[in-house]
């Protein structure tokens, strides 16, 4: 059975920062390039930052560029999101996602709020 579970989320005043996790288990994580993603409400599903499989891509946003670095252990079935300088704006749900051709798994979801 296949499960993405993120950790690390949390308050946080502006100008902090944060470390999400997304730990897997139940397929070959290093098979599959990794993505995180966030939501606010009312608002559409924004892709974040991306790493491919073996960890020589990665992606960003125009808008957390600099600020949130991407990256994963294979050995540890984990991906990470280091986000700092984190602003109001980055407050929401983030979601860690699991990409391959066939299909994507996607994890719980957990909540990042930053806010004096």
């Known amino acids: 059975q296949v499960h993405l579970v993120e950790s690390g989320g949390g308050l946080v005043q502006p100008g902090g920062s944060l470390r999400l996790s997304c730990t897997a288990s139940?397929?070959?994580?290093?098979?599959?390039?990794m993505a995180w993603y966030r939501q606010c409400p009312g608002k559409e599903r924004e892709l974040v930052a991306s790493i491919g499989s073996s960890d020589t891509y990665t992606s960003y946003a125009d808008s957390v560029k600099g600020r949130f670095t991407v990256s994963r252990d294979n050995a540890k079935n984990t991906v990470y999101l280091q986000m700092t300088g984190l602003k109001p704006e980055d407050t929401a749900v983030y979601s860690c996602?699991?990409?391959?051709?066939?299909?994507?798994?996607w994890g719980q979801g957990i909540q990042v709020s930053v806010s004096s």
């Open positions: 996602a699991a990409i391959s051709v066939r299909r994507t798994y």
């Open positions: 139940g397929f070959t994580f290093s098979t599959y390039a």
